[in-house]
């Protein structure tokens, strides 16, 4: 009867470790996701800023140069270089 309950605590025993051990490693990989969700939102932050940066820098380049005379022409084609 002994050795029963013997095998019974030890594996209780073992039960308990191992659930510790899973509880453990299941926490660090919670906390490596939250650092990846971390990084995905810093992500999408500066991917926002930069795609309205480059749609207001599009927009200025391809907006049209209107010009009255040749000389005007000149002008800014000589400032541009």
């Not at 510790?20 to 990846?36: F, G, P, S, T």
């Not at 940066?53 to 005379?69: G, H, I, M, Q």
């Amino acid at each position: 009867m002994q050795f029963h309950q013997f095998c019974f605590f030890f594996r209780w025993q073992r039960l308990l470790s191992d659930a510790d051990a899973r509880k453990k490693r299941l926490l660090r990989l919670q906390e490596q996701y939250r650092q990846v969700e971390d990084l995905y939102l810093t992500f999408a932050k500066k991917a926002s800023a930069f795609n309205s940066w480059f749609e207001n820098a599009e927009e200025d380049l391809t907006d049209p140069v209107r010009c009255n005379s040749v000389e005007e022409i000149k002008v800014r084609s000589s400032a541009r270089v």
